[in-house]
């Protein structure tokens, strides 16, 4: 009995290391790794945490939205419901590949569609909402390197942006306008609204080399 | 996989990261991202600006119930969701999407193919949405479509094979806008059947009596 423990534990060292040699780039900061033993061992007080310091956020996220149908109301089923998934899901969450904050954060987008979908009309869709964000990547070294340096990168050149550019980003992500809905409301030509957003993504580096774009502005 | 050279413009995907895109036009992003790894990988690094945006967000308190409220929930939580075995049908495959292979194979959809002219078979899927038309469409080989324009907006995605017109050849996964006015007449490529997922906006309906005095200015714009 005991072997068969001492052999598991040094599978998980020998295991460990190997990660370790082929992504150096494996985040580590406090909330992905709060969000790993989630996963891994069903850790409450590691859940406790995440819910301490994301549920606020969430609630400003949901709070911030202009979608039509979405009321103040809403705002905290919008964070039990997060962090439901967040409980359920947290076993497909990759480090290597996404930040905790991303990962929420695509967690909390999709809720918000869904529950905007169940208030809608848009009822029989034989879809959950995310098939739509199905699609894998692959995971290769480099891939995951490269998003990780991308993350340094937005979170570092966000802060520089213009004050018109960062408007807009902030209207599509949080309120959730459409470009057509932000180039209403701001009374600009959509050409300016998407070339605003543009250039916000070009001084990101969001953008894969533009040559591959056929489209024009 | 042949290499895919029409893409979503950036706005769209910006729109579909942001989750601002209607329920039609992101099937069809959705489906083009499948055979995109370009695509893809912006689509993760858009994700992160909304990441970004949301954690620099003024934290607002939440109730103080809440926790325990959440913590309640996940104790009735099963413990792990029964896997779903995918049903097939005929005319779903397994280079397509998959969210293509559940419209194909939901009971609430179960489209067929039924001829629209001489050389196209059209299927059409419930979305449970209006504003557009979803539905696959199949090229013969070497057939030619009839010229026509368009009477809305209309996204497609080659699924399978390719086709062709006069600006273009589309392969596997190459996503096409085309707006309402534009002309063209695709043909199917000689080597093989061609299938197209599309979504095509719904025309406009007029309630107002004097509707049809405005029609000759109405552009169709549902997005």
């Known amino acids: ?217 | 996989m042949s290499k895919v050279n029409h893409h979503p413009d950036s706005a769209m995907l910006v729109d579909f990261s942001a989750g601002n895109l209607n329920t039609a036009p992101s099937i069809c992003v959705s489906a083009h991202l499948h055979f995109c790894a370009k695509c893809r990988s912006e689509l993760l690094r858009l994700d992160q600006v909304g990441s970004k945006l949301m954690s620099e967000a003024e934290p607002i308190e939440v109730g103080d119930l809440l926790l325990d409220s959440v913590m309640a929930k996940i104790d009735q939580l099963p413990e792990s969701a029964e896997d779903i075995v995918p049903s097939t049908s005929e005319m779903s495959d397994v280079h397509y999407p998959l969210l293509v292979n559940k419209l194909i194979t939901a009971s609430e959809s179960t489209p067929t193919w039924r001829r629209m002219s001489a050389s196209v078979d059209v299927a059409q899927f419930t979305t449970g949405q209006k504003e557009y038309e979803v539905a696959l469409h199949k090229i013969c080989s070497g057939g030619k479509t009839p010229r026509h324009d368009h009477g809305g907006r209309e996204f497609t995605v080659v699924l399978k094979g390719s086709f062709s017109d006069e600006q273009a050849v589309y392969n596997e996964g190459d996503f096409l806008q085309r707006e309402a006015g534009d002309v063209h007449q695709p043909m199917g490529a000689q080597n093989g059947e061609c299938i197209c997922l599309s979504a095509l906006a719904a025309p406009i309906k007029l309630s107002n009596p004097f509707g049809f005095l405005m029609k000759p200015w109405l552009r169709i714009n549902p997005m």
Not at chain 1, 88 to 107: D, H, L, R
Not at chain 1, 119 to 129: A, E, F, V, W
Request: net charge neutral.
């Open chain 1, 1 to 217: 009995m005991l072997d068969r423990m001492i052999e598991i534990v040094d599978q998980k060292e020998e295991q460990a290391k190997k990660t370790a040699m082929f992504s150096t780039e494996k985040r580590s900061d406090q909330w992905s790794m709060l969000l790993v033993s989630v996963a891994e061992t069903r850790d409450r007080r590691a859940f406790t945490q995440l819910f301490n310091h994301f549920a606020p956020l969430l609630k400003s996220f949901a709070q911030a939205s202009r979608h039509e149908g979405w009321f103040p109301g809403l705002s905290e089923d919008l964070v039990q419901e997060v962090m439901i998934k967040v409980w359920q899901k947290s076993a497909s969450y990759n480090p290597e590949k996404a930040s905790a904050t991303t990962w929420i954060y695509t967690v909390a987008r999709n809720c918000r569609i869904d529950m905007l979908r169940r208030k809608s009309n848009t009822q029989h869709l034989p879809l959950d909402n995310e098939d739509f964000w199905h699609e894998a990547d692959e995971d290769t070294p480099v891939t995951l390197m490269r998003q990780k340096r991308s993350e340094d990168k937005v979170q570092t050149s966000l802060a520089k942006l213009p004050k018109e550019q960062d408007e807009i980003l902030r209207k599509v992500y949080l309120e959730g306008k459409s470009h057509a809905e932000a180039s209403n409301e701001l009374g600009l030509p959509l050409g300016t609204v998407k070339s605003r957003v543009r250039l916000a993504l070009q001084k990101m580096q969001i953008l894969v080399a533009p040559e591959f774009r056929d489209d024009v502005l």
